[in-house]
């Protein structure tokens, strides 16, 4: 793989075998039956004004396909559709414990014609060059085994002048980051092993955002995989960052 991030190198379990893949796999398909409520928990319900800020990134694109990668149990797709209204909504994600969720939650709400759940490989996206308007990812790109490689692959599948927009956890202003990094350490690892019995995934949690590329290092990342028109926005005092970028018309 050319040039390897640190943050590539970040994973679930340190003393596995197993790739970064299989690991993060693993991991959530481990704490799926939680992941909604200890989101809501311990973002304190802000998270899903923080997807919601992210959509509306796509809101004068007016997207008709859209691929959302990492999609979890699905709460990005369904804002989309709610918010959007494209034809179609594409959900992928490599956990198949996340999907079965997923696909309960869009049964329940009849949305199994407006959006579909695969399982599938942000590096190895299953569908031809050019497909979607739109690709989101809301808090995966970290969990990537190959960063760069999964951008690169997201931007073959955008149609020319298509858009990607990404949310992911950042590191606060200056004057908060004690706070932030005492509730990163203690906080999170500490509930998700209460609630999942899982510590080591909100370690992860707290490793993989301090290894993270963000800001402006995201950004020039995006342009040298080939993304063009890019930008981002803090949203709460710099927890949570969107960046975008698009596919050259």
Request: overall charge positive; glycine content about 8%.
């Amino acid at each position: 793989m050319d040039n390897p991030l640190p943050h590539d190198t970040i994973v679930p379990y340190k003393h596995s075998g197993l790739s970064k893949k299989e690991q993060v796999a693993q991991m959530f398909d481990r704490i799926a039956f939680r992941y909604d409520f200890i989101n809501r928990f311990l973002s304190a319900g802000i998270d899903k004004y923080w997807r919601r800020r992210a959509i509306r990134e796509l809101k004068a694109l007016r997207p008709k396909q859209v691929l959302d990668v990492a999609t979890g149990t699905g709460d990005v797709a369904i804002l989309v559709h709610r918010m959007l209204r494209p034809d179609r909504v594409t959900g992928v994600d490599i956990s198949e414990g996340m999907l079965e969720l997923g696909r309960k939650k869009i049964a329940k709400l009849m949305l199994n014609k407006e959006i579909q759940l695969l399982k599938g490989d942000s590096e190895a996206i299953n569908f031809p060059e050019a497909s979607f308007d739109a690709v989101t990812v809301a808090f995966g790109v970290r969990n990537f085994e190959h960063l760069r490689s999964g951008l690169q692959e997201m931007l073959r599948v955008l149609k020319p002048g298509g858009k990607l927009v990404v949310l992911e956890f950042s590191k606060p202003r200056k004057i908060f980051q004690g706070l932030y990094s005492m509730y990163m350490k203690t906080v999170a690892p500490g509930v998700g092993s209460l609630l999942t019995h899982n510590r080591e995934a909100y370690q992860y949690l707290t490793n993989s955002v301090k290894a993270f590329p963000e800001g402006n290092d995201f950004l020039t990342i995006l342009k040298e995989v080939g993304y063009s028109n890019t930008y981002l926005k803090t949203l709460s005092l710099g927890i949570c960052t969107i960046y975008c970028g698009e596919k050259v018309p």
